[in-house]
């Protein structure tokens, strides 16, 4: 079956640690998106992409990096420049045309040990 | 900027039917979204409205107005299983760029 898998599941940063989040997509999509939840919150843009090789931040990028090597793969590291960067992180992707239409992975809650 | 506004919390009976307001303030806009959320869980796709008035799908529907930026979800029969965060989303100045409202959270008493 297709879809969107996000792991681990659960994960723990000690101070100063870098962290990667990794998110897989065998939809064949071409845009994917990285967003942050903290809880009771809405969903924070912090970076997308709509092809290979290129990606644009979104509303809070500061403290994150991505990369998007492979079509459907985007990786998010969460790095020591974050500082509160315990929240629930989900990645989505969708289809060129009909973009409107978002799948999400299942989800990441990343805590600070 | 982006920016939306939707209301924080809602409560129904069930059987009954809702609507869950939004308005929202862009730079461009391609067309509103709706997404469901059970608690921990991940958002689900609900409905799109690219153009004026009101689309339906099953017990949802979902209306927008261009000219008033203003948007609402209809859930109708309620059922237990809809207690939920509902939210809106708007692509707006950039057409692969979606944002999203902080989310309507959705109690339904028996």
């Not at chain 1, 992707?93 to 299942?106: A, C, I, P, W």
């Not at chain 2, 008035?53 to 979800?73: A, K, Q, V």
């Amino acid at each position: 079956d297709g879809g969107i898998t996000q792991s681990p599941k659960y994960l723990f940063r000690k101070e100063g640690q870098n962290v990667t989040l990794s998110c897989e997509q065998n939809l064949n999509h071409d845009a994917m998106y990285w967003y942050r939840q903290d809880p009771g919150q809405g969903l924070r843009l912090i970076y997308y992409s709509q092809i290979v090789n290129d990606f644009q931040k979104g509303d809070i990028a500061e403290g994150y990096s991505v990369s998007r090597e492979k079509k459907e793969s985007f990786p998010l590291t969460v790095t020591s420049a974050q500082k509160n960067p315990t929240a629930f992180y989900l990645c989505a992707s969708s289809m060129d045309r009909g973009r409107e239409k978002l799948f999400f992975g299942s989800g990441t809650q990343l805590s600070v040990l | 900027g982006q920016s939306l506004e939707q209301p924080s919390e809602v409560t129904a009976v069930e059987g009954a039917i809702v609507q869950i307001n939004c308005t929202y303030q862009t730079s461009g806009f391609y067309g509103l979204s709706w997404y469901q959320q059970h608690d921990g869980g991940a958002p689900t796709f609900l409905s799109y409205n690219g153009l004026d008035g009101l689309e339906e799908t099953g017990r949802f529907s979902s209306f927008l107005s261009r000219s008033d930026s203003y948007g609402y979800l209809l859930l109708q029969e309620l059922q237990m299983k809809d207690s939920a965060s509902y939210f809106c989303a708007v692509r707006g100045s950039s057409a692969s760029k979606i944002i999203f409202g902080s989310g309507t959270r959705l109690s339904i008493r028996p």
